[in-house]
């Protein structure tokens, strides 16, 4: 398999429950991302982790943990979310932008979170 | 207020040339980026420009920038149906990309 793959693709949860999304990549990038898109808002970077840390962390709710246990996965961890948290999560991935500060990410399909 | 700005929504009818505008403005911006979403899938970056470009091609693909009026530009010529889908810029330099709300391209026959 190639690419960026996420799942669930789909998930609705109570805003009491806990759950995973899951990033997987195979392209041998060292960034991970995990970026919210809501309706009739611009993507909002969430967090970035590159080589395993975490160096961007965009004033995201501690409802929301992410964890990069290798360069290859990333993780999402949920827990009482609210419903305005509804809105599909991507996940990115590119090389370590370096000292070229050329970013070229490459998407997965998302996972569509509803909160009920 | 917003960092990069598109317009919403464009229809062009098939065959004809599609150009989808962006303003931005952060001017120290190192790369500027187009990427394409489809229905119910991620985003899939078509092209990108080095800031001290004013132009780059790439088949059927032209992205004009002026850097004066950090204004950036995607021509689409000969435009299909199967380019219909929704278009963003985003600007860049550094693991953050600054993305518009992106512009919605339909393509009629």
């Known amino acids: 398999e190639t690419g960026v793959t996420q799942t669930p693709r789909h998930l609705v949860m109570g805003m009491t429950n806990k759950k995973s999304l899951k990033c997987e990549q195979h392209?041998?990038?060292?960034?991970m991302y995990w970026y919210k898109q809501s309706a009739k808002k611009p993507l909002e970077l969430m967090f970035v982790y590159s080589l395993e840390e975490r160096v961007e962390n965009n004033s995201v709710p501690s409802r929301f943990s992410p964890e990069c246990p290798n360069s290859s996965h990333l993780f999402l961890h949920l827990h009482t979310l609210q419903p305005e948290d509804s809105a599909l999560y991507l996940c990115a991935s590119s090389q370590d932008p370096g000292t070229d500060l050329n970013t070229e990410a490459f998407f997965g399909q998302g996972t569509r979170l509803t909160v009920v | 207020g917003e960092d990069v700005e598109q317009s919403l929504f464009l229809s062009v009818r098939e065959g004809d040339s599609s150009v989808i505008n962006c303003t931005y403005t952060d001017s120290s911006s190192t790369y500027l980026y187009w990427y394409k979403q489809e229905p119910g899938a991620g985003l899939q970056l078509l092209t990108y420009i080095f800031s001290n470009m004013d132009m780059k091609q790439d088949q059927r693909l032209t992205v004009l920038l002026n850097k004066k009026d950090k204004h950036l530009s995607l021509r689409i010529a000969d435009t299909q149906t199967g380019d219909s889908a929704i278009y963003f810029c985003a600007q860049g330099g550094g693991y953050a990309l600054n993305f518009g709300k992106g512009t919605s391209l339909l393509v009629t026959p």
């Open positions: 392209l041998g990038h060292n960034a």
